[in-house]
């Protein structure tokens, strides 16, 4: 077991910023997206498996500090020289004479930036620059908290492109922290979906998928004959624009299908989407744990009543 978290609360001032109650595990080579809204609990749970902010509860693991690197969301560096020397002074070493490191810098077509200085890199050679410093560490684990933030989609579907063939074949595991959906697709084998600091799912992508989409999903276009043609089709939450209907079984997502076809209707047919098993996954979650304090509720009140008879 490379990390194992159990019953983990991180408070700030009054305020409960995470709470992890059911056992979290990593494996080796496990790659793991962490999604959820801003102020779920994404870089708070980080921070405490780092160390960074104080904790109750268990967080064990085999490696050793040095043995896990990170990448935050927010890298400065010093702009009194170029990034060669910064490089060469934070890494101790000559890159002239690193050939892992020359490696890294050609892999992530480098090279043109090492005479600039760190403010007149764009926010994609800057993100590069500091990829090379963590994964120079090489790691079994890695945290990597919005590796895209703040740039163009094009920069970003370049760079999680180099991501994804450094970490082909490769045994190295890591957690990754990113609210694009696409990216996790091509990246992650494991989802944490956290929620308000708690945890909604976690686990195997497909897996997850099966429990709260079904077998399949087929996603169109939210318009009126659309809606019509799917009228008494199982329906999944959606983004507004968007119909999504479960198929619970090949022959229904034959039926479905061929509706659509009939129709001329674009649609996309999905087993991973992670999107939809986010949105689901939510909305399952929480109708449990209504349906829970309800029936605390109707527990309570039916115990009030016996006192009272």
């Known amino acids: 077991m490379l990390l194992s978290i159990q019953n983990l609360e991180v408070r700030y001032g009054s305020n409960k910023a995470l709470s992890i109650t059911a056992p979290i595990e990593l494996e080796e080579g496990d790659r793991v997206g962490v999604i959820g809204a801003n102020g779920a609990g994404k870089t708070t749970l980080v921070k405490s498996i780092l ?3 104080p904790y109750e509860g268990t967080i064990r693991t085999e490696l050793l500090p040095e043995q896990m690197a990170v990448h935050m969301q927010f890298n400065e560096y010093t702009d009194n020289m170029c990034v ?18 020359q490696e890294l810098i050609d892999f992530f077509e480098f090279g043109d930036c090492l005479r600039k200085k760190y403010s007149k890199l764009s926010g994609g050679q800057k993100q590069r620059f500091t990829i090379i410093m963590v994964m120079m560490q090489d790691a079994p684990l890695t945290f990597y908290d919005e590796v895209t933030s703040g740039l163009d989609f094009e920069t970003r579907q370049k760079l999680v492109e180099k991501l994804v063939e450094w970490y082909r074949g490769r045994d190295a595991g890591f957690f990754m922290v990113s609210h694009y959906y696409e990216e996790l697709d091509q990246l992650a084998d494991k989802l944490l979906i956290l929620d308000k600091g708690k945890v909604v799912a976690y686990g195997r992508r497909q897996e997850l998928f099966q429990k709260y989409c079904g077998r399949a999903v087929i996603i169109m276009d939210n318009t009126p004959q659309n809606e019509a043609l799917m009228k008494g089709a199982e329906r999944m939450s959606s983004p507004k624009h968007l119909i ?17 076809l009939l129709n001329d209707v674009n649609y996309k047919r999905s087993n991973n ?8 996954a939510k909305e399952a979650e929480a109708g449990t744990r209504g349906a829970a304090a309800k029936n605390v509720g109707t527990r309570m009140a039916y115990k009030e009543k016996e006192a009272g008879e």
């Open 273 to 280: 989407d992670i999107e939809m098993l986010y949105i689901n």
């Open 84 to 101: 060669k020397y910064v490089m060469e002074a934070i890494l101790d070493t000559d890159i002239s004479k690193n050939k892992k490191l």
């Open 244 to 260: 999504a209907v479960s198929c619970g079984s090949e022959e229904k997502e034959r039926e479905i299908t061929r509706v659509l």
């Open 51 to 53: 160390g960074l902010v």
